[in-house]
């Protein structure tokens, strides 16, 4: 039984995996040219797997941010996480312990969370532990590729290649927002705040990891509250 829920969670693992590829490779890419070495990014892909998550840190490396400025913001934007964990140890078989559930929450990400909340029944771990096993190499090989080209292309085909990043994040937030007229609002009010914190004077001063915070946190509320 282990086996096959295994294998299946490579199954579905792979376009993940493809998709981690891709976007990893320009994570990569933006480390070297900020000042990381090669190995560094590969570490912090290897050890974070958090696509939202590791480029706000990553811009908060390169700028000198504090480590409570990188701390707080890697609550916000992790804290959904926690969230997924909770649904998730609801659907785990009970007969799973405690070193199975803390080696599964290193894989929880909004994809791996997907497939395995999808499966019908009881969650075996290692459907979760087949998926981690495509997945987490596929971010941790596109971030090592990526950081490998970024050193050795030239500058403004690595600046083009950059831009990858905001088209995945587009990708996620257009289809809902057409759909819904209520993410279309959050989504269209955290880009105006967002545009305040960069042209307002006084505001512009503020960091951009306190800016992360301030508006996840603002449109969060305002939303939930209406």
Same mark, same amino acid.
């Given at each position: ?7 299946? $969670? ?23 040219? /900020?000042?990381? &070495? ?18 706000? $840190? ?13 701390? =707080?913001?890697? =609550? ?28 599964? %929450?290193? $894989? ?21 532990? $087949? ?14 590729? /990526? ?10 085909? +690595? &600046?083009? =290649? /950059?831009? +990858?990043?905001? /088209? ?16 279309? %609002? ?5 880009? %105006?705040? &967002?545009?305040?914190? &960069? ?11 306190? @800016? ?5 946190? @603002?449109?969060?509320?305002? +939303? +939930?509250?209406?």
């Amino acid at each position: 039984m282990n086996r096959k829920q295994y294998r299946n $969670g490579m199954k579905d693992g792979i376009p993940i995996c493809l998709g981690y590829f891709a976007v990893s490779f320009t994570f990569g890419m933006m480390s070297v040219g /900020g000042g990381l &070495s090669i190995w560094q990014a590969v570490l912090i892909s290897l050890t974070n797997l958090t696509s939202a998550g590791q480029f706000a $840190g990553l811009n908060l490396i390169i700028t000198g941010g504090p480590y409570y400025e990188m701390a =707080l913001t890697q =609550l916000v934007i992790n804290l959904r996480y926690c969230l997924m964990s909770f649904s998730l140890s609801q659907k785990v078989d009970q007969k799973a312990g405690g070193i199975h559930r803390f080696i599964m %929450a290193h $894989g929880v990400t909004d994809e791996i969370f997907g497939i395995s909340s999808a499966v019908e029944g009881d969650l075996n771990p290692w459907y979760m532990y $087949g998926a981690m096993t495509v997945a987490i190499p596929g971010w941790t090989l596109g971030t090592l590729l /990526g950081a490998i080209s970024g050193s050795l292309m030239p500058d403004f085909i +690595a &600046s083009a =290649l /950059g831009i +990858a990043i905001y /088209g995945m994040f587009l990708a996620i937030v257009i289809p809902p927002s057409k759909k819904n007229r209520t993410v279309l %609002a959050v989504v269209a009010s955290a880009m %105006a705040l &967002s545009g305040l914190f &960069s042209v307002v004077p006084g505001l512009k001063e503020i960091s951009s990891g306190f @800016v992360i915070i301030i508006v996840t946190v @603002v449109v969060a509320v305002i +939303a +939930a509250w209406f």
